[in-house]
């Protein structure tokens, strides 16, 4: 009998993928540009391989599917997803579904997705969220594309997605390229939440002195709170590991640059393009960049000698830490959903704000306790800032003085809190009812005749600058 679904690519994140749906009772065929590859998924499937056909050629994988067929894509995102799609339209009918399931650039996904409504045949890009245990075992699943496209293939994505509580973590977004903008935006969180509690790190390391394990005593008290997150999860588990070569805290030996794929830095590009504020994912995409500049920081260190000093005993407690973060966290997603609302306006996608908080519960990196009290702000209030929901402002009262106090205090002692810092200014600028942008207009008018409005008349005017 013929497989319900393909997958192409086996990767890390198409073998498990591959593994996931098999294991949802779903008969599925595999096909990798190299067989050897195939063949060896195939071998170490255990009890998982009858349900997987093998395939060495995209002819065979195509014969083997049901029709009307689905085949998803799990290659590198960019030129191989469209090698993919070029090598496959020709083999396939009309009706047949191409899922692109890779990090795809949403406007390369907004193109394919053009191009299939121009050629007639169906076509979805989702995002998938939660790295390789993720595809494992039930990742959080962004859905795009035409609404009947996705339905067709809903019963096995929520099948193989996390479940929080009963509720599968996969939904559809919207048209084109809206579930791998969401994923963008899930990625540019992830780089703030990261950062932040980086921060929070190096201000125990370098202001207080605390050893890798004070500060993985400090993360696992903090999950059991407020904070509790995957992300708090692993770095108190991270930070409590031990280098089996030189018997060192694992942290300590491992160096301080930090990769990135380039899904962070899609989020602030589009945030620019539609002038929404982030400047939270902004500040954690300028640290990684930053933290690539290893030779130059090390020659500025050796100019103008190191930055962080010790605090003074008792300058910082733990506490305070713990509500910086969740102040700070409050912002960073107070940004993000915001960017989610301008991008829906601008695209005409329709994003369901609290269904968006809803898949990101289980199955992602940035999964945590606090998004499940967001998806039930986000229905009272989809489009409305996060911050001036009645159970976040509530949040924000008790916690912003300290996120004060420790950005106040990381910066008077040299301590990098770029994206607290971009999360306290956010705070402090979203309750300035008149900020200084008169003088910005004043200055505007003043060397290019671009017109002010006035606080007491209507309509464009101009200063008396006897230009
Ligand atoms: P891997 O590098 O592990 O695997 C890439 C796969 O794509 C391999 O099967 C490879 O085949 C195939 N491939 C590479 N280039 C081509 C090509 N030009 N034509 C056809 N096949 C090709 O990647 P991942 O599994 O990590 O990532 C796949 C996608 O999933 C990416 O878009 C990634 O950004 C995304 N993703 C990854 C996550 C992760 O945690 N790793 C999380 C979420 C999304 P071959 O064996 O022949 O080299």
């Known amino acids: ?53 093998p395939c060495k050629t995209l002819e065979d994988l195509v014969a083997s599917i049901a029709e009307p067929r689905a085949i998803i894509l799990m290659v590198p995102a960019g030129a191989p997803v469209d090698e993919q799609i070029a090598a496959l339209r020709p083999l396939l009918g009309k009706d047949d579904l191409i899922i692109d399931a890779g990090n795809a650039n949403f406007r390369d996904t907004e193109a394919r997705a053009a191009q299939a409504e121009a050629d007639g045949v169906p076509f979805l890009g989702i995002g998938v969220s939660g790295g390789e245990e993720g595809a494992r075992h039930g990742p959080s699943i962004m859905g795009g594309g035409r609404k009947d496209a996705w339905d067709r293939v809903a019963h096995i994505l929520t099948a193989i997605a996390a479940d929080y509580e009963g509720t599968p973590c996969a939904t559809w977004m919207g048209e084109g390229g809206a579930g791998h903008f969401v994923k963008a935006v899930h990625n540019g969180i992830e780089y ?47 930070a409590a590991a031990t280098d089996d070569q030189t018997g060192k805290p694992v942290l300590d030996i491992i160096q301080d640059r930090a990769g990135q794929k380039g899904t962070g830095r899609w989020t602030v590009i589009e945030a620019q393009h539609l002038g929404a504020p982030v400047p939270v994912i902004e500040a954690a995409v300028a640290a990684r960049n930053l933290s690539a500049l290893k030779a130059e920081r090390e020659r500025g260190e050796a100019l103008f000698g190191a930055s962080p000093v010790a605090l003074p005993d008792g300058a910082l407690s733990r506490d305070d830490l713990e509500q910086a973060l969740i102040a700070g966290k409050i912002m960073c997603y107070a940004q993000g959903f915001q960017l989610l609302n301008a991008a829906s306006a601008e695209f005409g996608w329709g994003l369901p704000m609290p269904e968006i908080a809803r898949v990101w519960r289980e199955g992602c990196i940035i999964r945590s306790t606090m998004l499940n009290d967001m998806a039930e702000a986000l229905t009272a209030a989809p489009q409305d800032n996060l911050m001036f929901s009645p159970f976040f402002a509530g949040l924000i009262e008790a916690n912003a003085p300290a996120l004060r106090k420790v950005v106040a205090t990381a910066v008077s002692h040299g301590l990098q809190s770029p994206a607290l810092a971009a999360g306290l200014s956010y705070f402090d600028a979203m309750r300035t009812g008149r900020s200084t942008a008169n003088m910005i207009q004043a200055q505007r008018d003043f060397f290019g005749a671009h017109s002010f409005q006035r606080v007491d008349k209507d309509g464009a005017h101009h200063g008396p600058w006897g230009l």
């Open 192 to 238: 703030a939440d990261m950062q932040m509690i980086a921060e929070i790190y190096g201000i125990m390391r370098d202001g207080q002195g605390a050893s890798a394990s004070d500060c993985a005593a400090a993360f696992e008290a903090w999950n059991d709170g407020p904070l509790q997150s995957y992300l708090i999860e692993i770095s108190g588990k991270v």
């Open 1 to 53: 009998s013929k497989s319900e679904i393909g997958l192409i690519g086996l990767g890390t994140m198409g073998a498990m993928l591959s593994l996931n749906i098999a294991e949802k009772g779903f008969a599925i065929s595999v096909f990798n540009r190299t067989s050897s590859r195939t063949q060896k998924f195939h071998e170490e499937a255990g009890d998982l391989a009858e349900r997987i056909t």
